[in-house]
């Protein structure tokens, strides 16, 4: 059962247009999100986070938008650039209630900005 | 501030044997996370060390172990090997067992054959 979903494996953007990554969840016990990128070779890296008593976060050129109603995130990256490239997995979490904080991920997007 | 290392980088074992995954956590961490990421999917969690003890495990058999040790480092103990057992192993510590946000170290190759 694949609680966190990133239908889209791929997405390729000209570079200074916005890029749009999505994710959609399906367990309602989820209350924190998070974005992360990863590059061949190396581990994932935490890009941005949102607590579900949010709607919206942002970070310089990254914002991250929850709609709790619809169980959907995204992560908008404006401007895109270059060395953006990589791919960037959507992760869930639960208040832990004993059993360890794990992280739930999806499958990744792998997001391409061409020149 | 030194990172999460994890090591070795890469490590060809054979279908049986046993193996070991090493682990250091990001200074000031006492929480420790084993993910297993196989081809083309998400990192799976496998379980969580809080000082020293498992606090939490995924959905995966017990022939996957591990340990947590004073300074918080970590190892992930892996018997009877299987072919399916490839995968890239990371390891992500945390400030604490309920800190959301965990960073990941560079992964551990391991292919069976």
């Known amino acids: 059962d694949q609680q966190v979903k990133q239908n889209s494996p791929s997405l390729s953007v000209q570079e200074g247009r916005i890029s749009i990554l999505n994710c959609d969840y399906t367990?309602?016990?989820?209350?924190?999100f998070l974005w992360y990128k990863k590059y061949p070779a190396e581990g994932p890296t935490f890009l941005i986070s949102i607590s579900s008593i949010k709607d919206k976060n942002e970070d310089g050129r990254f914002t991250v938008f929850l709609n709790k109603s619809a169980k959907h995130l995204s992560l908008h990256i404006v401007p895109s650039q270059p060395g953006d490239s990589a791919v960037y997995f959507c992760?869930?979490?639960?208040?832990?209630?004993?059993?360890?904080?794990?992280?739930?991920f999806g499958t990744g997007t792998q997001l391409k900005v061409e020149l | 501030e030194t990172g999460v290392t994890q090591s070795p980088t890469h490590l060809i074992k054979t279908r049986g044997q046993q193996v070991t995954l090493r682990c250091s956590s990001q200074?000031?961490?006492?929480?420790v996370s084993w993910y297993q990421q196989a081809l083309g999917q998400g990192p799976q969690f496998i379980f969580q060390?809080?000082?020293?003890?498992?606090?939490g495990r995924g959905n995966f058999p017990p022939r996957f172990s591990g340990l947590q040790f004073p300074n918080y480092s970590s190892e992930l103990n892996v018997n009877a090997l299987e072919l399916d057992d490839s995968a890239l192993y990371l390891c992500?510590?945390?400030?604490?067992?309920?800190?959301?946000?965990?960073?990941f170290g560079p992964g551990t190759r391991l292919t069976v054959t």
């Open positions: 060390y809080y000082r020293e003890e498992e606090n």
């Open positions: 992760a869930a979490s639960a208040y832990p209630t004993g059993g360890g904080n794990k992280l739930t």
């Open positions: 367990n309602s016990m989820f209350d924190y």
């Open positions: 200074s000031g961490h006492n929480t």
């Open positions: 992500a510590s945390s400030t604490d067992r309920s800190s959301y946000e965990q960073y």
